[in-house]
C-alpha cells in the first residue's frame, strides 16, 4: 500500500510542474491580451474627446467676445462656471476652495453671484436625467447673467360669447326632449288688396 501512495505522489511531482507552468504560460498570455485591448482606445472615444474640447475651446471664445474685462478670461470663465455648478449641487466645500483660486487670478467676485442668481431662475429647466443640462444653463447665465427664462405664453382667455354660452343641460331619463323654440316668429301670411286703380 505503501509503494502505491509514492507512486502516485511521484507522479503527481512529475505533472505539478508541467501543469503549473502552463497555467503561468496561459495566465500571462491573458494578461498581455487584455492590456493591448485597454491600450488602444475606441476610435469613437477619441472624435468624442476632439469634440468635446473643441466645444471647451467654443466656449471660452464666445465668453471672450460676450464678456468685457476679467470675467471673460478663459481662466476666471473655467473657474467661475465650476464654481456656480459646485454651489448648484451643494458642495460648498470644494466650491469655497475654487473660489480662493478663482480669486487669485483677479477674477471678480461678483460675476460669480449674478451668475448663480441667474442660474436660480433657470431652476425648473435643469434636468438631471438630460446630459450636460446643468453645464449648459451654467455657461449661458456665465455669459449672459440677466438671462431670464421664457415665459410660458398665457392662456386665452375665453371670449365673452363663449363665456355666455353654456352647454344645455341633459333631458330627464324617460322624457322627450321639448321641441327647441325657434328663433323668429312664425307670421301668418294673409293676401294683401290689390291696389286699386
Sequence with gaps: MRRVLQREITVLRHLAVPVLLLLLATGTAFAQSGNQDQGKPPANNAADAAKEAQRKTDQFTEAAQAINGPAGNP?????GRRVVQLIWVDDLDTAFRHVDLYDRFGCPGGHIQAAFRCLTRFGAQIDDKVPNSLRDHVHMCWINPAAQPPQPSPTPAPTPAAAAA??????PAGSSPAPAPSATPQATVSPSPAPAK
Excluded at 481662466?75 to 473657474?79: P, Q, R, Y
Excluded at 353654456?166 to 333631458?171: D, E, H, I, K
Design 75 to 79: 481662466e476666471c470663465v473655467w473657474l
Design 166 to 171: 353654456s352647454p344645455t343641460p341633459a333631458a
